[in-house]
Every structure is written in C-alpha cells, then in structure tokens.
C-alpha cells in the first residue's frame, strides 16, 4: 500500500470519479504554505517554521471506536472526520502544543469512494478550522479483516511545544480549582457501551414528551469538539496548572493522570449540566452512576486546573461558559466524585 | 480511547500482566535522550535536536494490509511489527528523510495482551535497529467491526529532510541507470492476491522437490525490509537522482511516480533473480505476468536512479548486491517492461 493514495480500485464509474475528485479537492482546501505538495508526487512534506525555543513534537495516534457503527448505520459517517480531528487536536492540546498536521487511516470492507470523501471531507472541515493540514492518508480494503459494512478511521496529529511551556500538571497545587467545558455529548467515547445499552434505537425521540424533537442517534453523533481555539489564549496568558481531555475513563481515569504526588482532586458532580443522552444510555442499560462516569465524560468534555484567582479571567478570555466543578486539595484518594443521594 | 494506553480492559490475568510488562519494556528499550517521557503521562514528546538547515518534516501513515491474516494464521504476528515498521521507513527514505519517531495501532476483534505484546516487540526491534523511537501507540478493541480473530495493524513515522536534500526525482536525466535491492518475497503487498491465489496452502512447501524446506508461508512471512541502512551513505554522498520505495502497483506504478516530464524508464525484467513465492503464486492463480508486475515487487523491494558513472560507488556504499534493471530514454511511454517471449 501507499501513502497518500485514496485510490478505489476495481472502481471506475462517474460516481468514483466525482468522489476522488472531491477528495483532492478537499484535502488540497487545508494546504499553506508549509505543504511543500509540488515537490514529488509521495506527499507528506511539512516545512517547520516559526519554531519555539527549545522545540518539541508531540503527536498522538487515535481512533474514534464504533461511533463508526452509529454513523454508519444512520448514513452520517462525515462527523466521523470531525470527531478524529477534533479528538486529537485535544489530545495534545493536553501538552500545550499547537498543532502542525494531520493524517488519516480509514479502513473498511469494501472500499467506497463515496464514504471516504465524506469522512475525509469532514476532517478537511475540521483541519481547516484548525488552520492544519492534512498532510496525508491511506485507505485500505479489506474484506476478509473487516464485518461487512463497517470501517475503522484512526487519525496521527503532530503538534509542536517549547520545551518550557510543556503542560503537564506539575503546576498543579493545593486549593486550585478544576473547571470544565461542556462536551455536548459522549463525543468519541463509550460507543461500545451506549451500543450495547441502547439496542439500536437511535431514530426514537431523546425526549419521548417530544416526538419531534432531536432523536437519539443525533445526541450520539454530536461531533467530537475542539478546545484549542478557547484554550489558546489560556495557555498565551500562562494561567494553565493543568490541562485535560475527557476520553475513555472519564474524568476519575483522565483527572488523574496530571495529579502531583500527594494531591486529590474533589469533583461535585451536581456541578455541571449531564446531557440528556447520558440520561438515556443509563435508564435503557441499568448502568450504575459510577460506571457511567467511568466511561463517559457525562458532559464535561475538557477541564482546566488553574488559581482560583485566574478563573475569571480565564471564563472570559475561553468566551464560553466554564464550570468550576471541584477543587484540589492535599490527599491521595486520587479523584473523589461526590454523587447526589439517588443512587 | 487514549494516547499510549495499550490497556487490556477486562483481561486480569498473571498472564495479561507479563504481556503488560514486556510490552511497557520493549517500548522503552527504543527510547533515548529525545524522548521526554518523564513529563506528565500523555506521552508522545519528542526534543527536536540536530536539524538540518530549513527543515521539513516527512510523515507516513500505512497499513500491512491483509498480511495480517496470513500472519495470525501461522502465529507468527511477531513479523508485522517489523513489516510495519520498515515499511514507513522506506516511505520516508525516499525523499531522503531521516527517521524521527514512530507511533502504531493496532486494532482487533478481542484484545489480547499476547498478541499484542508480540506485535509492539516487533515493532520495537524494527525502531531499535533504525535508531527511533516508538513514541505512542493506541489499542482498540471493536469486535463488532472486525471479524473474530482478524486485526488491522497503522504506523505512522515522522521523519525530517533539509529542503535543499529533498529526494523528488527531478534530477533524474536521460541516461541514468534504475538500480534494484532485493527484497526477499512480497514484503506486505499483494496479499489479498497471494491470498486467493495460494488458497490457504500456507504450510506446503515451497518447492514440492524439497519437501524439508522452507513453506509458502515462511517465504510470504520474509520481514519488509528497511533500505535506509544501505542507501543513507549513498545520500549523504549526493549520488542518488531518484528513489522508489516498490509497493503496491508495482515497479510500474511506483518507478512512475519519480519519473521527470519527457523521460520514460525501461525495464529489463530478467535483469534480476525473482524469489521462487512469486512463481507459486502465479502458477497456483494462474496470474498473469503483467498482473504480477502490476500487484507484486518482484524481488525488486526498493530502486535508485542515477548516473551511470556512479554505479560502482554506490554499490560499494549500499554494501550489496545491486541490480542494474533499466535505463532512463527519452520518451513519454512511462515505465516500460520487457518481459521474456514466454508469456
């Protein structure tokens, strides 16, 4: 197989024609001037300027789980490209780092230059958005490896930080507080879970007293977000302690992985809107409160750690609502989640 | 799902633990002073040291494809950790990159630590020989897209090359000689062919007269190898015009790629020895000669374009055999194949 190919062999109607040209057209929509593209046809090339001091890459390879499955099966695979992005925009964002470039993997049964530029044209979306390339792609055919129907997209994103301006916890300290970005919904995590819970039925109404209201498929399907543009001017300001994105784990499995020795942290968990998906996924499956923080982020999808001192400025330089969900304090409980009293 | 996880989510085995452990050890055997692994636990940060003037960054993102299969047929997974590996190299080589680091994923239809310590092994010692970290990695497990045991392997290497020392072919002239490395077998390209052609014949022979010898599988198995020991000295010497990484498409729709407006490669196929697995397969499917050249390397796993006068240096630098396969003309024909009158 072969870098940057998008090629759909054995596939050669108007249709395929139309689709490939589509994609060319939408990964070529995220080039600047960093994309050396005319130089040999294999792709891939990335000029590095505007350098921090000291610089370091950080990259981060992921997928997006059977949120496949969902959006394949309600014909809606474009957020897909939306959620790999997004997701690992995210994902480094963690660090401090800003991001440089991206590339995708989608695999599948039968390859269908269709599908592919509708999940390609969402990461192309999505790229922009970000002012980042997508350097380049593979697709794969594999019939005998993949249940018919369904497809796999993982995304690499390569991002650069100073070597001083690395986020990763250490500022973190007693009586800080930890604030949170709503997510709007599961994102990329615990599909295996709400699969299994819902059985399917995502075309009913989230709200049975609202029939024609949003059903729950598009509660699943809301696209993965990306925190960097609202997070930027944080970092910029320096008033980040510490950083994190709400995936597989929740926030109990993520919170903890930027704690310093000898801290906890104490969320409230009444602290937050739950989406009423979230609701839902738990009513339809008998799935304990706890095991549903366990696996999704129930709503607060990114969390800053930061002085209580900074928190004002930092709600109005992210220009969007923040809530303070809990504090850190001395201990080694790890993350603590205060429950109300119905469970 | 998280960055640099490699978590086996309900398997608690002592077994599982090991699987952990080696994985956790492999892993860290392919770090150096690069790898900022201490701050914070994301991982994935890796210190830009050492670059070249006006650098450019070179990335790659592949599969092995359905080699996969024929692998965890004959429990031999071991081997796609390299496949993977090498094979981004030489994707990167060509430009004239040197390798950075290198992130994988590895998705099944059931997690198992085994497998995937086997896998992430191979992948280390592939990175270890080539001097790169493996910097991240990703799991998942998603039974309800991938057939019961099947599983789908994605690397992802970043390299750097100094704009004035990219490798696009353009220096190519009329005149200059095609150079072929042996490759040993169809390295990770071919194989839905090999597949439906060989009908699962793995453990037979390979040659029927020699019945203790190798079998079909071992020869589909030969390691993708990596060319960036052999041809770095020859870069470092400036003596290359163009380079071609032979993957799927074959010489022709590889060689093609490099090839400057005007100019037209012909290729002598008897000009090097092809691995008798080629031979099994095509007799097995009853594959055309063209079909073959088209799908398959050949033997010939990855070629050098240049001068004719520099012939014998650079096969004294590469420190083996290499095969003089062609000639760049004058013409507009592309890559042209002149195969023996047997067909």
């Known amino acids: 197989m072969t870098n940057n190919s998008y090629r759909a062999a054995g596939v050669d109607l108007a249709a395929a024609a139309r689709a490939l040209d589509a994609i060319r057209v939408a990964v ?3 080039y600047d001037d960093r994309v050396l593209a005319g130089l040999g046809s294999f792709g891939g090339l990335f000029e590095l300027t505007d350098l921090p001091e000291r610089p370091v890459l950080v990259a981060s390879t992921d997928g997006v789980g059977t949120k496949t499955m969902v959006a394949a099966q309600l014909d809606r695979v474009d957020v897909l490209g939306h959620d790999i992005v997004n997701h690992c925009l995210n994902d480094i964002l963690v660090q401090g780092a800003r991001p440089l470039f991206f590339l995708d993997y989608i695999a599948t049964s039968r390859l269908s230059p269709e599908l592919i530029a509708r999940v390609v044209t969402g990461a192309a979306e999505a790229c922009r958005a970000a002012g980042m390339p997508l ?12 249940r018919t129907g369904e497809l796999d997209l993982v995304g690499t994103i390569v991002g650069v930080v100073g070597r001083n301006e690395i986020i990763d916890g250490s500022a973190i300290r007693e009586g800080d507080v930890v604030l949170a970005f709503e997510s709007g919904g599961p994102q990329t995590n615990g599909f295996s879970l709400a ?3 819902l059985g399917g039925r995502y075309t009913d109404p989230l709200d049975p007293a609202d029939p024609d209201g949003p059903t729950i498929g598009d509660a699943l399907l809301v696209p993965h977000r990306s925190y960097e543009a609202a997070v930027r001017p944080l970092l910029e300001r320096d008033l ?3 950083l994190v994105h709400v995936t597989g784990g929740g926030i109990p499995g993520n919170l903890v992985r930027v704690l310093p020795e000898g801290l906890q942290a104490d969320i409230d968990t009444t602290a937050w809107p739950v989406p009423p998906i979230f609701g839902a996924i738990r009513r339809a499956g008998e799935v304990s409160l706890q095991e549903m923080y366990d696996v999704f982020n129930m709503g607060a999808g990114f969390l800053l750690v930061l002085d209580p001192e900074h928190a004002a400025e930092a709600r109005e330089l992210a220009g969007e609502q923040l809530h303070e969900i809990g504090r850190i304090s001395r201990g080694t409980a790890g993350v603590t989640l205060d429950f109300p009293d119905e469970d």
Request: no cysteine; hydrophobic share 35%; aromatic share 4%.
């Open 195 to 197: 699969r299994a819970a």
């Open 135 to 146: 350097l380049g792609g593979e697709t794969a055919e594999m019939p005998d490896v993949y």
């Open 28 to 30: 070529t929509s995220t």
């Open 240 to 242: 980040v302690h510490g």
